[in-house]
């Protein structure tokens, strides 16, 4: 069995280096593109508490916002072989997609609505436990 691997470019603490795409396997994989009836909405908008997400721009390119709870970020995606780990509990958002942009979404979990946490306030309450 061949290998794909992922070179990323990573966020809080993470060091550079690469993914098996293995450890995504049989999961979700979700596919974003702009949304030209919302400009300026952002897609995503939640962290997880278990997942973890690997965010590639398929084509064009569109910017990640991050949050730790301490320190905020924002990164843009460009390049098909670059990727963004995101690991739980960390707040994202995409925003700024360019026209055309796909935005793939790997995750390490299938869906579970208990792993969201979707609104920002309870966010901050979930990440101050965690400090």
């Not at 450890?23 to 909405?41: A, C, S, T, V, Y």
């Not at 709870?69 to 995409?94: F, R, V």
């Amino acid at each position: 069995m061949k290998l794909v691997k992922l070179q990323l470019k990573n966020f809080c603490g993470y060091e550079d280096g690469e993914i098996n795409f293995n450890e995504f396997k049989d999961n979700r994989i979700l596919i974003l593109g702009e949304n030209r009836d919302e400009e300026g909405e952002d897609r995503g908008a939640h962290a997880h508490k278990k997942c973890h997400q690997m965010i590639v721009a398929a084509s064009g390119s569109f910017d990640i916002f991050m949050d730790d709870g301490m320190n905020k970020k924002s990164i843009t995606l460009n390049k098909p072989y670059y990727g963004l780990h995101i690991p739980p509990g960390i707040w994202a958002a995409e925003r700024c997609f360019s026209s055309g942009a796909i935005c793939l979404v790997l995750t390490s979990e299938i869906f579970d609505e208990k792993d969201y946490i979707r609104d920002y306030s309870d966010y901050k309450i979930y990440i101050s436990e965690k400090i």
